[in-house]
């Protein structure tokens, strides 16, 4: 059974800092993609990442795929309470066109 | 294209009841998945259908639950004889499918529904 495994699971900061949180599995996945989740609403996907070693960027927020594409991370600069939300990682499809998600990280950026 | 639909956002429902959700999925997406999601949890497959032909189920869907995609377009989901347990958000994905050579994998991902919170009492 494929498990993505998501740490931490709160975290609350201050406005301005920096934040990284994280997403490990002992499975190898063909992507990797990261949603964000306000309450009452469905998740938003905010990045896909293929390659091993992968890092793309998204404003003030970077993603990078573990070389060995078995885990994540997500790093915010700045944080600002608009960030606040689940932000949930999700891997596959490996031989179906079905993704498995973690159990996300509740971020909450105080002003 | 407005994206993902889903209705009702809301439904309360006496144990016992059954209730049916409705998904309009992105019109050329030719995947229709349902999850659900309980509090502090991340959501959990429970089926998935590749236009109206119904690919997977979960473990997680009981007999009680039913889900249909008569015509390849949108997607209901039934669950007989509600109980308590069966309380929470449903959510609705598309796709157009990792194959699909339109989109490619580096923009591979599912759009959701707003979902549909269920509570059973």
């Known amino acids: 059974t494929q498990l993505l495994e998501q740490s931490p699971q709160f975290l609350s900061i201050q406005e301005g800092e920096n934040l990284t949180v994280y997403c490990n599995s002992s499975s190898v996945f063909s992507s990797l993609q990261w949603y964000r989740q306000e309450p009452g609403e469905g998740p938003v996907l905010l990045v896909t990442v293929v390659t091993g070693g992968e890092v793309k960027k998204l404003k003030r927020l970077t993603f990078q795929f573990g070389d060995a594409r078995k885990d994540s991370s997500l790093h915010i600069t700045a944080a600002q309470p608009g960030d606040t939300g689940l932000y949930l990682c999700?891997?596959?499809?490996?031989?179906?066109?079905?993704?498995?998600f973690g159990k996300g990280t509740r971020l909450h950026i105080l002003p | 294209d407005t994206g993902v639909s889903q209705n009702p956002r809301h439904k309360i429902t006496k144990r016992g009841q059954n209730v049916t959700f409705r998904c309009d999925p992105i019109?050329?997406?030719?995947?229709l998945y349902w999850y659900r999601q309980t509090l502090g949890q991340g959501p959990e497959f429970l089926t998935y259908?590749?236009?109206?032909?119904?690919?997977?189920k979960s473990r997680l869907l009981s007999d009680r639950f039913s889900a249909e995609r008569p015509k390849g377009s949108f997607s209901t989901l039934e669950i007989q004889r509600t109980e308590q347990g069966d309380s929470a958000m449903y959510l609705c994905?598309?796709?157009?499918?990792?194959?699909?050579?339109?989109?490619?994998?580096?923009?591979?991902?599912?759009?959701f529904g707003s979902g549909t919170r269920l509570t059973v009492v």
């Open positions: 019109s050329e997406h030719n995947r």
């Open positions: 994905a598309s796709s157009l499918g990792w194959a699909s050579r339109a989109r490619g994998a580096r923009n591979y991902g599912y759009t």
């Open positions: 999700a891997g596959g499809p490996n031989r179906d066109d079905k993704i498995i």
């Open positions: 259908f590749q236009n109206e032909a119904q690919l997977e």
